[in-house]
């Protein structure tokens, strides 16, 4: 009797053990299955992942070619720039100096390529012509617009540049004309729309007497070599090339031997210095008695120098294009 109530003990024992690790196993079957089941959504995500990065790769390798496209596209459009640039610089006039007049000038563009200009030549022997001008903003737009003004100005065989149409009429009535026919040709321009100011003015060497028209550009300073006395001409006017029937005004002036004739654009009095400061008028006024001891050549230098050492960079932030005019008598005087 003993004996049977001990197998049942062992039996009951067992059945408990086995029950419990019944149990186990089927813990751990379950455990098993849940660590299945997120390796198996991991392993997922993963590949999911991995598609995601292969696309992701794909539209980089896609982008880097676009951009190595925009690159090379970027570096030949620099390049035209720069050689633009260099044409634009190569048509500005070198120093002039001859017995009854000298000049020089100086240019510099916001970017490569810019709205100023300025340009200076004998028409005769007797008539000395020069202009400054400021096409309104800077870059490709305008630098278009100041070229084909030069070649207006420049061209014997245009309206404007020919002066052999105009040699019996009054050097007042000539730079009238000019300044007129060259407004209303860029007023109807299909394609340049764009406006200017500008300074156009004819000297006469026989008699020192400036003729002169000023559209809506910065007066002309002129420095009185006996007196060391500054002084500005002009009444401002319109800009060329915006009203079809805008009226301009010649303005005379008498030279005298050695007087010094300065010419700038706004981009001049307008540069700032790092706190914003603009150069203003009187810094540049200041510049010109400073170097009034100067030739034309070294002047230019001087007054650039001056716009340097305020912007304390070689951005000025706007073209920036001056002009420097000695008379030096009249031809009578200066050949001797």
Sequence with gaps: MAGANQTTTDLGVISRAYEREKRRRKEAESVL??????????????????????????????QAGVIKGLTSQYGDVTNELQ????????????????PSIHAAGKFRPAHYLAGDGYDYHLINDHTFAFYVVDVAGHGIASALVSFAIQKHLNSKKSLYGNYERRKE????????????????????HEIFLQFFTMVYGLVDLRTGVLSFCQAGHPAPIIYDTATGTLSEHGTGGFPAGMFVDSEFTVHQVQL????????????????????????????????????????VIDATHHLEEGLLDWTGSDDFGDDVSLLVIDFKGTLEKGAK
């Design 33 to 62: 299955e849940a660590k299945s089941r997120e390796l198996f959504l991991s392993g997922e995500e993963i590949r999911k992942r991995n598609k995601d990065l292969l696309e992701a790769n794909h539209q980089l390798e896609q």
């Design 83 to 98: 050689l633009a640039a260099t044409v634009q610089h190569d048509l500005l006039p070198p120093p002039l100096l001859i």
């Design 169 to 188: 009429k009054p050097l007042d009535e000539a730079v009238l004309n000019t300044v007129t026919e060259l407004n209303t040709a860029f007023c109807f």
């Design 256 to 295: 005298k031997d050695n007087d010094r004739l300065v010419i700038y654009s706004d981009g001049v009095t307008d540069c700032e210095d790092a706190d914003g400061a603009e150069y203003g008028i009187d810094r540049f006024k200041q510049g010109i008695i400073e170097s009034s001891s100067l030739g």
